[in-house]
């Protein structure tokens, strides 16, 4: 009888790397729907996509891990809710370097060029690269001191003797008259003025008619 020879042992497969699926977790297929509406609406996988088709054709896309990538965005959001604007504070540094660099080399295009429609195109692309970097420099100095907001209040302050009217004609102003409003008080006792208009309980009285003649009636 011959002995069953040993099964060859299959070593699991390796795991692709970089990942390019995106995960879905969840107990239940309820749980990863939900799951996945949150991921899709989620502010770290909107800048993985323009991350990931931005750098689709320098080479460095193929090479993101999608999973370690979600992780690294939602780790930088975290770090600004705790108050680190450390990261934050590192790229718009090296954002500012970047464009100055951006604006040497655009100056030297533009120097190159013999036309002037040529050198004028150059030289406002570089001219508009260092305005930027200035607006960076200066977001980063915003950061770096911020600036104390205050609430004022408007105050109407006038040097001198000051005048409101409100709704009052011009020609009563121009005779130097002093209109009184129907809401004020009138007389030197300070009294409302009396309503000589009927009340409406008043109004739905009959009044009184005269008296009927003799009603002459059949004698039976």
């Known amino acids: 009888m011959m002995a069953n020879k040993p099964k060859k042992l299959v070593a699991p497969e390796a795991e692709k790397f970089p990942r390019k699926e995106v995960p879905i977790y969840g107990k239940t297929k309820a749980d990863g729907r939900v799951y996945f509406a949150k ?16 750098e689709e054709k320098s080479g460095l896309g193929v090479s993101i891990d999608v999973p370690n990538m979600l992780e690294q965005l939602r780790n930088q959001a975290a770090a600004v809710n705790r108050g680190d604007l450390s990261e934050a504070e590192g790229m718009l540094m090296n954002q500012a370097t970047a464009l100055q660099s951006l604006f040497a080399r655009l100056t030297e295009r533009a120097m190159d060029k013999d036309s002037i429609p040529a050198f004028e195109a150059f030289m406002r692309m570089a001219l508009r690269a260092q305005n930027q970097c200035r607006a960076t420099l200066e977001a980063l100095a915003e950061i770096k001191n911020p600036r104390p907001v205050a609430f004022v209040k408007q105050a109407n302050i006038a040097h001198g003797p000051q005048q409101i009217n409100n709704g009052v004609p011009v020609e009563s102003l121009a005779h130097g008259k002093n209109p009184i409003s129907s ?25 009184p008619v005269e008296a009927v003649g003799e009603i002459y009636r059949a004698t039976d």
């Open 183 to 207: 809401n004020e008080l009138s007389g030197g006792s300070h009294e409302l003025l009396p309503d000589t208009r009927a009340s409406a309980l008043e109004s739905r009285i009959d009044t």
């Open 39 to 54: 991921l899709v609406t989620s502010s770290e996988l909107a800048a993985h996509r323009v991350i990931n088709i931005t």
